[in-house]
Structure formats: structure tokens, C-alpha cells
């Protein structure tokens, strides 16, 4: 198999498993600025996806000196919703 026939397999298996989502904003980024985006739009009554590409939000602030306790916000399993 090709490499660009795996690439293809594994976007199709990707297609199939990634829920179809809608919304009014897109925020890409789960940094302090993409929150605080995410917050605002949220507050006028806009219906908000925010995405992250780590499995945590906080950006560089968590990144930095993440608590020892294992307290950040994690969203690995796609779980974690808000509601303004």
C-alpha cells in the first residue's frame, strides 16, 4: 500500500468517526486569547466551537508550570462543554 493510499484510509476513517458540528464561531485555539474569544462570542448568544490540538487548554500559561496535581482542564475525550 502506498503512502498515499494510507493517507487516504486513514482520512476516511477519520470522516467516519469525527462528529459534524455547527456553529455561529470558530475558535481555533484553546490559549488564554482563544477562551477569552470563545467566552465573548459565547455571551452574545453565539453557539462556539472551540478546538485545541494538545489535549488540555491553557496554552502557554499551563504549558509553563502545569500543577503537580494533574488539575488541568483536559478535553481528550472530547468532553469538556461550557455553557454561558
Not at 4 to 30: C, F, K, N, S, W
Not at 36 to 55: H, M, P
Request: hydrophobic residues 40%.
Amino acid at each position: 500500500m502506498s503512502d498515499a493510499e494510507r493517507q487516504q484510509q486513514v482520512a476516511q476513517a477519520l470522516e467516519a468517526i469525527t462528529p459534524e458540528l455547527h456553529a455561529d464561531v470558530l475558535v481555533v485555539g484553546g490559549g488564554l486569547v482563544g477562551i477569552a474569544a470563545a467566552i465573548a462570542a459565547c455571551q452574545q448568544g453565539r453557539q462556539v466551537v472551540l478546538t485545541e490540538q494538545t489535549d488540555w487548554v491553557g496554552g502557554q500559561l499551563t504549558a509553563q508550570a502545569p500543577p503537580s496535581s494533574g488539575g488541568r482542564v483536559t478535553a481528550r475525550d472530547g468532553s469538556l462543554q461550557a455553557r454561558c
